[in-house]
C-alpha cells in the first residue's frame, strides 16, 4: 500500500512506513484551496489547508509512502479519521511516478471542488493573511505552512507559492 503525501503528511505520517520516496502526481496541483474548521482554524475563524486541487497540465511533488507489511488496514482507518473529518477531501487511487523511475498506485485525499470548504483561486495575500492568523486544534495554521514548506525544501521538492507563502506570514506575524 503506498500513500502520496504532499502536505502536513510529508513531516507527519503517522503510520509505520516501510519505504520514503520523492513522487510526482501528475493533472493536480498543492494548493491552499481548503478551508480548515477542525485542524488549523475553526469555524468561527477557518484557517487554510493544502489539498490536491485538479488542473489540467499541473503536477505536484510530493513523497510516495510504502505501508509497512502488516500495517495496512490500521494506516487506512487512522488516514480516514484524520483526513475525513468533514468529507471535504475524497479519498482516490493515483497513479505516482517515484523519482526511482517506479510508477505505483497511491492513496491520495484530493479537494472535492463542490464542498462548502473549497476556496480555490485565492490570491496569495489573502492566504497569508488568513494563515497568519488562524489556529485549531492541531495548533496555529501558520506552523502547519512553516513544517510543511520547510520539509519540502528540505528534500529538494521546494514550491515557490509555499516559499513566497511562509515568508510573507512570517512578515505579517512579525508586526
Do not use: K
Amino acid at each position: 500500500m503506498w500513500v502520496f503525501g504532499y502536505g502536513s503528511l510529508i513531516w507527519q505520517p503517522d503510520f509505520p512506513v516501510a519505504e520514503a520516496v520523492p513522487a510526482r502526481l501528475e493533472g493536480w496541483h498543492r494548493s491552499f484551496c481548503m478551508r480548515s474548521i477542525h485542524h488549523r482554524g475553526s469555524e468561527a475563524a477557518p484557517g487554510l489547508v493544502l489539498a490536491l486541487d485538479a488542473a489540467e497540465g499541473a503536477a505536484c511533488l510530493g513523497v510516495a509512502f510504502r505501508v509497512a507489511p502488516g500495517a495496512e488496514a490500521e494506516t487506512l482507518a487512522g488516514l480516514r479519521e484524520r483526513e475525513l473529518v468533514s468529507s471535504a477531501y475524497l479519498e482516490r487511487m493515483l497513479e505516482v511516478a517515484l523519482t526511482d523511475g517506479r510508477r505505483v498506485e497511491a492513496l491520495a485525499y484530493v479537494i472535492d471542488p463542490a464542498h462548502v470548504q473549497y476556496c480555490g483561486g485565492l490570491p496569495l495575500e489573502e492566504q497569508a493573511r488568513i494563515i497568519a492568523a488562524a489556529a485549531g486544534g492541531r495548533g496555529p495554521n501558520r506552523d502547519y505552512l512553516w513544517n510543511t514548506a520547510a520539509h519540502l525544501d528540505q528534500m529538494g521538492l521546494g514550491d515557490p507559492d509555499l516559499d513566497w507563502l511562509a515568508a510573507r506570514v512570517r512578515a505579517l506575524v512579525q508586526r
